[in-house]
């Protein structure tokens, strides 16, 4: 395939190039350069009046929960979520799983609408719960990160006890790595050091929530004396997710330990509990990724995301913010912290990318590329999606 006339966000820094054409093979960017030729059986499309970005990499999700959208809203972070005692947990048990299926696709439909090309799960429900999300995905041309989880959770007086991973759990924990990319842990305080250092020779991708409240930090300092991130890095996990509430010293040493960090603004304040400190996380050189967490709680919308993140932080900080840090969280860096081909229009990377109306109402005229999809672009703008070189929304 050949795309000819295109703008586009090119390479790691997503440097604009007005005009160029794009050929594309075996799913990927194959040459990227103006006054490319197509060859006589090969598909050619003009994209003037579009820009190409990279498709959105959405590194946390919970699309499981899409069921419960706005339950309980005025609960606290416990009552709604929490793995053990949460309102989540019981929808999740109680419903049955073709019913819990459709919903799922309806996220999965809407990602894709909104230009995610990728989305990293961390799914409850153990093996199970996997499968069902894999036979929903069956349906999708979406990439996906599937993070499985055991559902066993320990209480405080097992975790002062510092009690193993028990020898069913170990064997429960090799079949689901079977099934799935790797392991997404709900938390440090709902597992003991013993667990967490288990967990830290599992041999595929590991994560684990972090520092997401002021309860679930000062919770961990009660019980061990240690703080939430530091127990979290004993799982020698790949990245971590929130650190809303994470310290400076939490913060530089996840970056020397791991690969980054997933952010989740938008659920972070929809759970009255702040937003994370980029400036702390990029003053430690820290890479950061953004994910739009819970369906239950918000929509999956990196547009969204994007934008309220930009915003509430100049606010917050009275300091501007290059909007192209904002967008590289959104693409570029997920793909960076996964270590995947993804979020990045450059040679030998997968064609994942978004067609943008440069005309659309709210962006036209276009005087900053990245301002204008971080802060105006919406679905709506959105003329195709691509996935592996092939248009799998909309069209041109």
Known sequence: MLIKNASILLGKELDFIPNTNIKIQDQRFKRIQPNIGASSQEESIDCE??????????????????????????????QRIHPVSGIKPKILKNTDKK????????????????????FVDFREGGIEGVLLLKQVLSEFPLRS?????????????????NVPLPRNKIDELTELLKKCDGIGISGANENSSSVLNYYSGTPKIRAIHSSETKHSVSMSKNI????EAIRALNMKPHFLVHMTHASSGDIHAATK??????????????????????????????????????????????????????????????KR????????????????????????????????????????????????????????????????????????????
């Open 49 to 78: 009046g579009l820009l190409l970005i990279p498709g959105f990499v959405n590194c946390h999700t919970h699309i499981g929960d899409s069921i419960a959208k706005d339950v309980t809203l005025n609960s606290s972070v416990n």
């Open 257 to 318: 330990r791991t690969r980054g960090i997933v952010i989740c603004p938008r659920a972070n304040a929809a759970l009255a509990e702040g937003i994370p400190d980029i400036e702390l996380m990029n003053k430690a050189g820290c890479t950061i990724a953004l994910g739009t967490d819970n369906v239950m709680i918000n929509s999956p919308d990196m547009f969204r995301e994007m934008d309220y993140l930009w915003k509430v932080t100049m606010g917050i900080h009275k």
């Open 145 to 161: 990160i599937i993070l499985g989880r055991l559902e066993y959770y320990q209480d405080s007086i097992e975790i002062k006890k």
């Open 224 to 227: 061990t004396g240690k703080s």
């Open 321 to 396: 913010i290059n909007p192209k840090e904002i967008l590289k969280m959104a693409t570029v860096n997920g793909g960076k912290i996964l270590r995947k081909d993804i979020g990045v229009i450059e040679n030998g990377k997968f064609a994942d990318c978004i067609f943008i109306d440069k005309h659309a109402l709210d962006l036209e005229p276009m005087h900053n590329p990245h301002a204008s999809i971080v802060h105006r672009a919406s679905e709506s703008a959105i003329r195709a999606v691509m996935i592996g070189g092939k248009i799998v929304h909309g069209k041109i």
């Open 99 to 118: 019913y819990l299926a459709s919903f799922m696709k309806n996220s999965c439909y809407s990602m894709l609408n909104k230009g995610i090309t990728t």
